[in-house]
Structure formats: structure tokens, C-alpha cells
């Protein structure tokens, strides 16, 4: 019986041990092996969340059986609970593109918000991502994307900026889904210095017929103090790196704002649309289209 004690008291601590260790996690392509930097980790049913940083690395301080929901452009989403593994691979994704000769599309379109006044601004949370409703139902076409438009205005006083975009499809309830990026577009202080706020992305070749797509965006910033860099975020408006355009026409919107958010740091990591809310208003942004 007294043997049994010990046994159970090291039992115990190692089951405390497990619910609380700091981890060292690389995220790679599961073919060639190589870094997948700024992926976004999520630990499901939970208020954190992660991202890996320029060489693909995170560290996380977490429990051993936490489920964590890896994404990242290009690639499946994963869930995965970690156990004694260092690396999550994720897997290309196989997007089946229309069969178009591209060479015949010759007429271009901006869509979504182009005008926008330098004076109506809002704080971007860095532990939200937001994702712009884009309106393509009038185009009755199948087409390309070849730029994307975002007008941003940057806090200087913020080092290391880094900005990620995404494209998704709408899912059956209106909301964002699918990602039709090929690989990620990573925005950093140069992008925002320039002021031109258009990204060429045609080299991605993405050719769609969608009417609605989401032009995503979100946030942070990198600590490269440390020996291994991390990414940083906060919900400090002074050290929020950029400020969005909105729409002065539209804000702040009665109804059906074309502004959605998920929120980084909460248990629920659904989108959330904002149908009778003035927040957050209709912010500027559009793709410009070959077709």
C-alpha cells in the first residue's frame, strides 16, 4: 500500500508537468521540409493564439493535449494536438482551377472600395483580423485577380511591421471561408512607406468565378531582441501598427456593414459579421480584376 503512495505522487506531477510547458514548434511544408513563417496558431476552445515567426518557429506555453488549429495560405488547415512532436507539417492544397484562356481577357475592373479620405481612420486591433466583403455578383464572368488594393496608415513608432493579406471564398451562410491564395502576401514597412497600396498578385494566377470573396487582413509585429524572434500583439491602441481607411459615405452604417472580424484571442474564433452593429464600419479595400 505505501508503495503505491510514491507511484501515484509521481503519476500526479507528471500530469501537472504536462498541463503547462513551454514548447519550441516548428511549422514546415510537409513535402520539402522547409519554414513556414508567420503561420497563425489557434488553441482551440481557448483565449490564445500564435503566430510562428520569419523562420517558421513558435513558442508556445500550453498543455500537452491542446488542440491547435494551424492555417496557412496555400496550404489545409490543420488540427493537431502535439503531444511529444516538434514540427507540424501541413499539406499543400490541390485547387482545381477553371479551364480559361487567360490570353483572351482583356478587360479590367476595380471592385470594393477604392475612395477613400486620409482624415477617417480607425485603430486596427492586432488581436483581430478583419475581412472585407467584396460585391463581384454583376461580373457574370469567370476572372482573374491581379492586384489587390489596401490603404493603410502606418505608425512609425512600431519596428519589425508585418501585414498579412488573404483572399477567401464565402461559405453557404455569407461568411469567409475558403482561402484562394496560392501562397502568402506579407506586407511589411516598405508597403506602407510607398503609399501606392496596391499589391500585384497576378503572378498567384488565381482565376475564379466567385461572387463574393473577403479580402482578409491582419496584423503584428516582430521581436527580433530576442535570439529567437517573436511575434508580438497587443490590444494597446498606441502600439497598434497601422490605421484602416473607412468609407466616409457609409460610416458609421446603420445596418449590413461589409466588414467582418474574428477575434484572435477569444474562445470563439468564428467570423463574425456585424448586420445590426455600427462596428467596425465598412473599411476601404478591393481587387482589381482581368476578365
Same mark, same amino acid.
Given at each position: ?66 488542440? #491547435?488549429?494551424? *492555417? /496557412? ?6 488540427? =493537431?494536438? $502535439?503531444?511529444?512532436?516538434?514540427? @507540424?507539417?501541413? +499539406? ?94 506579407? #506586407?511589411?514597412? *516598405? /508597403? ?6 496596391? =499589391?500585384? $498578385?497576378?503572378?498567384?494566377?488565381? @482565376?475564379?468565378? +466567385? ?81
Amino acid at each position: 500500500m505505501n508503495l503505491r503512495i510514491p507511484l501515484i505522487l509521481f503519476l500526479l506531477l507528471q500530469t501537472l508537468i504536462s498541463f503547462s510547458q513551454n514548447k519550441s514548434i516548428l511549422i514546415a511544408d510537409s513535402e520539402d521540409k522547409t519554414p513556414l513563417p508567420y503561420a497563425t496558431i489557434k488553441v482551440v476552445n481557448s483565449n490564445k493564439g500564435f503566430h510562428s515567426n520569419r523562420y517558421g518557429v513558435v513558442n508556445l506555453k500550453i498543455n500537452e493535449l491542446d488542440t #491547435l488549429l494551424v *492555417e /496557412y495560405s496555400g496550404y489545409s488547415k490543420r488540427n =493537431v494536438v $502535439i503531444h511529444n512532436s516538434d514540427t @507540424i507539417f501541413l +499539406e499543400r492544397k490541390i485547387n482545381m482551377l477553371p479551364e480559361v484562356v487567360v490570353t483572351k481577357m482583356r478587360e479590367r475592373q476595380n471592385v470594393g472600395t477604392f475612395k477613400y479620405s486620409t482624415h477617417n481612420t480607425l485603430v486596427f486591433t492586432t488581436s483581430m483580423e478583419y475581412a472585407i466583403k467584396i460585391d463581384l455578383t454583376q461580373i457574370k464572368k469567370t476572372y482573374k485577380i491581379e492586384k489587390v488594393f489596401l490603404p493603410v496608415k502606418l505608425n512609425k513608432r512600431i519596428p519589425n511591421l508585418i501585414c498579412k493579406l488573404h483572399i477567401y471564398k464565402a461559405d453557404d451562410k455569407g461568411m469567409p471561408s475558403d482561402e484562394l491564395l496560392e501562397k502568402p502576401i506579407i #506586407l511589411k514597412k *516598405e /508597403y506602407f512607406l510607398n503609399a501606392s497600396f496596391f =499589391v500585384d $498578385i497576378s503572378e498567384q494566377n488565381i @482565376i475564379t468565378s +466567385e461572387e463574393i470573396l473577403f479580402l482578409g487582413v491582419e496584423c503584428f509585429y516582430e521581436n527580433i531582441s530576442k535570439e529567437t524572434p517573436e511575434i508580438q500583439t497587443s490590444n494597446n491602441h498606441y502600439n497598434s501598427p497601422i490605421r484602416l481607411f473607412y468609407d466616409n459615405e457609409t460610416h458609421p452604417p446603420k445596418v449590413n456593414s461589409q466588414t467582418f472580424y474574428r477575434i484572435f484571442d477569444r474562445k470563439n474564433y468564428n467570423w463574425i459579421g456585424n448586420e445590426n452593429s455600427s462596428f467596425p464600419p465598412n473599411f476601404c479595400g478591393g481587387l482589381v480584376i482581368l476578365y
